[in-house]
């Protein structure tokens, strides 16, 4: 891929990959991470296509991809950090621990019940509820439109399932 066309790639994509992340980080990580994601992206050797044609699809995926990978680092490394703090803090303060502001936000952005969720139904429907639209979500998950209306319908039932077993025969 040519300098400049990777610079106009970066300019198309670049917004939409600093509004993916910024559901999980801070503004200013989610440039760095969607930064750094572009990075990879360009120090791999991109000139040997294995396809002809236009390529934006499969490296625009390509992209989501490398920065699902970062953020799954800045999550490891955040909770490895809390987890340190909160291990001197018992040190510290023996029994008399409270979780953090942080934990609080991170364990109640969904409800209880829906932690029992798998993962990847919750991405999805974050991604709905973010207003990420289907084609948007194919990209981003690498997948195929129809999967991802397939992912979202199972994951809707799965929902109304644990919602029916959370609040029995009444109704909302």
């Not at 981003?140 to 439109?145: A, F, G, S, V």
């Amino acid at each position: 891929m040519e300098v400049s066309d990777f610079e106009d790639f970066f300019r198309a994509t670049y917004p939409k990959l600093v509004r993916y992340a910024q559901r999980r980080v801070d503004p200013e990580q989610a440039e760095d991470l969607a930064t750094a994601a572009l990075q990879a992206l360009w120090a791999k050797d991109l000139s040997a296509s294995p396809r002809g044609g236009d390529d934006r699809p499969a490296l625009e995926s390509l992209a989501y991809h490398i920065l699902r990978g970062l953020l799954r680092n800045a999550g490891r490394a955040e909770a490895s950090f809390r987890n340190a703090v909160h291990a001197l803090e018992r040190q510290h303060d023996a029994g008399r621990y409270e979780p953090d502001i942080v934990d609080q936000i991170m364990s109640n952005r969904w409800p209880a019940w829906a932690q029992t969720l798998p993962a990847t139904d919750r991405e999805v429907l974050q991604l709905v509820v973010d207003g990420y639209k289907v084609n948007e979500i194919a990209v981003i998950l690498d997948c195929t439109p129809a999967a991802v209306s397939m992912r979202i319908y199972r994951a809707k039932e799965k929902v109304r399932q644990l919602w029916m077993e959370e609040v029995g025969d009444e109704q909302p």
